[in-house]
């Protein structure tokens, strides 16, 4: 491991190559650069997401923190790593404080494996408008997180006015297992279903999704109703002929009746952050059924026509009466 | 209707088979304990078992569900690759059921018959089930008699859908494997029928296909005009452990060059298929294998041996003869190698060099590709003295993965060029996604996806080739001894010496 105090970003990619040799190992596994943006208190929870990802993905790890952009004096600290505490790739954490924070691309982008793809990951307050942020404007796929907003059904909705093809969220993949659940109930019926109610906790945009994704795929109307929670607690279906329902039931089961059929219990796992990141980084290619589910939970409409190119736009949040949640972490 | 809830563009949503049973005979068995339970309990882990599925045992054992429960819960413990969870265990033991009975008893199989339908209202079935041939082959025309007879393989009769798993050895030559196939396939019909080879599960063949067919960097010199040979090597530093009654029957050649080696060099030498869908795969395999030309000079291009005693991996290891329940005059190799040629226009006159063997240095498997030298070297001979032929290596196991060799100049005053590797772990870097062999092939069974498993056309070719090999080798002498930890006896040596070549060093 390599510390580097008061540094600058060509400093950072020799300690790197550096690092690379003395280990004897070669990047040719590089599959992907994942840039992980947090905010210091939340560094180790975000270190440790990455790692788990970073065990399924072999990729190179950049977590920029940006600190008080407000700040008179500029400076980037730096710790390189190989094979360690972040898993078995290679790792740079980048601290960077004062106008450095808003200019972060320019330590990032010498540092981006050659070629290869690039996912940047939000870990707090989802950036108002992706543009704003360079680091979001560079990436080939962008993952943000509405559950850690202030108001998740607000920057949900945000999301959807500011999607482009390759954005997701993870609200999306807290959704899957659920989703599961749901094809599989649905694997056994020819008929039309009618209607449909996903309860969970209100506001989450999780619940939102799984409503919106219903509705795209099945034509219908879903209600949302309060109950239960964290999360998804339960959905029901309404079919022409007959009922499903999938219920939370205990930490990590959920219960599957259907009408005309004995009752089940099916795996429901709660997962860690790492591996909600992990299924993004499965998929690198923009997820259409996400485009669907989320302009339908948000009455977007529809959002796969949108242009997959983002141009980054100046944001000065120091200066603006509108300050952007992701560029003024402290 | 299709399920409405699915799309081929929302890849998210795990591939679920539909509810079904999985009937295991021979549930005791080695492999049932060793790989299958644990295959069952890692699917149901990942959450990719239906909800209406059971496991349902059968074996000449006077037990309840809850002893078969006991014993699969031991074997899930020690053999599963995912974490073993209480509440995964919890759920599919309520899914795990045992019918006691033999292979000759009429009245166990009607009550087999019987519960198939049971599991239907009890578990949500829906009638379907694969049934697992984990028996001996002696035993597989009274089982499958007993399933024609009751009618439980038949899809129509039963309203759902009815496979069946046969594990190799698939005969043990042409008529006998044809006589199984015929029995087999008319039992069931050849499509509901899965042929395990478990090295086609491994990540790493599948990716051979990636590799060949997904660049344009390779396909354009997969031929004879680039390639002067190719080896595939599979070995085994173990011995024969307590499987000495079936090795003794069966030697190295029908163990493993009849199936893996040569189901691993059609996907070597396949042309394109159209689709990667099992029909197109298939085929295209099936073209290989018949294209294959036995040897015509046994002696010059088949090598078989047997280990002697020796040292490996620092311990002192017996002979083959000396293992316990072999003859001590046995003639049954535990290494063969054979030179075959695949007569088609892509490979005429490229020899393939097969090799198997136990007690080798290392475990170990891998399909190199050779090319030919370059004609003229622009550097003074000695400078060109270390230059190998560039290579091309898929490493199937262990640390799967591909390697090219090639030449590159070592930093320094002078021109020396030097061979250099250049690797693609695979293993190393998606390790923690990679599902075991058998996970995924029973996987595939349930979901009905025949790609990965060999067609009995395919079977049948492979012993066409093997055939006449075993034929020479019985009619002549002893196989040559190799001592135990090193690279097989020096007839293979020689035999690849007599064309200018030598084996790579896995």
């Not at chain 1, 982008?109 to 942020?133: S, Y």
């Not at chain 1, 039931?249 to 099916?266: H, K």
């Not at chain 2, 080696?261 to 795969?281: I, K, R």
């Not at chain 2, 025949?450 to 093997?466: D, G, H, T």
Request: aromatic share 8%; hydrophobic share 40%; with cysteine.
């Amino acid at each position: 491991m390599t510390t580097l105090w008061d540094t600058t970003g060509t400093a950072v990619v020799k300690a790197l190559a550096a690092e690379r040799r003395a280990q004897g190992s070669i990047s040719s596994g590089l599959a992907l650069t994942l840039v992980v943006v947090a905010a210091e208190g939340q560094v180790v929870e975000a270190e440790q997401a990455a790692t788990r990802a970073a065990a399924e993905h072999p990729c190179r790890l950049l977590l920029v923190v940006r600190r008080r952009p407000d700040a008179p004096e500029s400076r980037l600290d730096a710790e390189v790593l190989i094979g360690g505490r972040l898993g078995p790739g290679e790792a740079a954490v980048l601290r960077m404080y004062g106008r450095l924070a808003l200019h972060a691309e320019s330590v990032v982008l010498p540092l981006l494996g050659p070629d290869a793809p690039v996912v940047t990951w939000w870990f707090g307050e989802p950036p108002h408008l992706i543009a704003h942020d360079p680091l979001g404007v560079l990436a080939d796929r962008r993952v943000t997180d509405c559950s850690l907003a202030v108001d998740p059904l607000a920057a949900l909705g945000q999301r959807a006015a500011d999607y482009a093809p390759g954005d997701t969220d993870l609200s999306w993949a807290r959704t899957t297992a659920w989703r599961a659940l749901c094809a599989a109930a649905f694997d056994s019926v020819s008929v039309p279903a009618r209607a449909a109610t996903v309860t969970g906790a209100a506001g989450d945009p999780a619940r939102a999704l799984v409503a919106g994704w219903l509705a795209a795929c099945l034509g219908i109307e879903v209600a949302l109703a309060d109950g239960g929670g964290p999360g998804i607690g339960a959905v029901s279906i309404e079919l022409e002929d007959g009922e499903i329902g999938i219920t939370q039931a205990g930490r990590a089961t959920a219960l599957l009746t259907s009408t005309g059929q004995p009752d089940r219990t099916m795996p429901l796992e709660p997962r860690a952050l790492g591996d909600l990141l992990a299924e993004e980084l499965r998929r690198l290619d923009a997820d259409e059924t996400y485009a669907r589910a989320l302009g339908r939970a948000t009455g977007s409409g529809d959002l796969s026509g949108r242009s997959d190119t983002r141009t980054h736009v100046w944001h000065d949040p120091t200066g603006s009466t509108d300050p952007d949640p992701a560029l003024t972490t402290t | 209707m299709t399920n409405p809830l699915r799309s081929p563009g929302d890849r998210r949503l795990p591939r679920v088979p539909e509810p079904c049973a999985l009937v295991v005979f021979g549930v005791t068995g080695d492999l049932a304990r060793k790989k299958l339970i644990p295959a069952v309990y890692d699917l149901a882990n990942r959450g990719l078992l239906p909800a209406g599925f059971v496991l349902l045992g059968f074996a000449r054992r006077d037990w309840e569900d809850g002893d078969f429960e006991q014993l699969a819960r031991k074997a899930a413990q020690s053999g599963a690759r995912t974490e073993f969870r209480a509440s995964t265990w919890e759920r599919l033991s309520e899914a795990i059921k045992f019918l006691p009975g033999s292979f000759d008893d009429a009245d166990a199989f009607d009550r087999l018959a019987a519960t198939l339908i049971e599991l239907d209202a009890s578990h949500g079935t829906q009638g379907n089930a694969a049934f697992y041939l984990s028996i001996p082959p002696a035993a597989f025309p009274t089982v499958l008699k007993q399933m024609q007879r009751t009618g439980m393989a038949d899809n129509a009769s039963c309203h759902a859908w009815r496979r069946v798993v046969v594990e190799k050895p698939f005969g043990h030559d042409l008529p006998s494997s044809r006589a199984l196939n015929d029995l087999v396939d008319d039992v069931f019909t050849a499509q509901d029928v899965f042929r395990i080879d478990h090295y086609l599960g491994k990540e790493t063949v599948q990716n051979l296909l990636a590799l060949r067919f997904a660049n344009t960097l390779f396909e354009p010199i997969w031929n004879s005009h680039h390639v002067d040979s190719v080896q595939i090597t599979m070995a085994e530093d173990v011995g024969i452990g307590t499987r000495a009654a079936f090795y003794e029957q069966t030697g190295a050649a029908r163990d493993v060059l009849q199936n893996h080696l040569l189901q691993l060099l059609a996907l070597t030498a396949m042309e394109e298929p159209v689709g990667f869908d099992a029909e197109s795969l298939r085929t295209e395999k099936r073209k290989v294998l018949g294209a294959l030309k036995p040897p015509t000079d046994f002696a010059a291009h088949t090598v078989r041996g047997q280990y002697d005693q020796g040292w490996l991996a620092g311990q002192r290891v017996t002979s083959y003869r000396a293992e316990e329940g072999v003859a001590a005059d046995s003639r049954t190799e535990t290494y063969a190698a054979v030179r075959l040629e695949v007569e088609t226009r892509r490979w005429a006159g490229v020899p393939f060099y097969l090799r198997t063997g136990k007690r080798l240095p290392r475990r170990v498997t891998e399909i190199a590709v050779l090319f030919y030298r370059a004609p003229v070297l622009p550097f003074a001979k000695t400078d060109t003295e270390e230059l190998g032929a560039n290579q091309l290596v898929v490493r199937v196991q262990p640390d799967e993965g591909v390697t090219l060799r090639f030449g590159s100049k070592v930093p320094g005053t002078t021109m020396e060029v030097r061979d250099v590797s250049m690797d693609f772990q695979y293993g190393e870097a998606f390790t923690e996604a990679s599902p075991e062999a058998y996970e995924r092939l029973l996987l595939d069974v349930l979901l009905g996806d025949a790609s990965l498993f060999p067609r009995n056309e395919e079977v049948e070719q492979s012993w066409r080739v093997i055939d006449p090999i075993e034929q020479f080798w019985a009619e002549g002498g002893e196989p040559e001894t190799y001592r135990a930890g090193e690279w097989g006896p020096k007839g293979a040596e020689e035999m690849l010496a007599r064309d200018g070549r030598t084996w790579r060093r896995p």
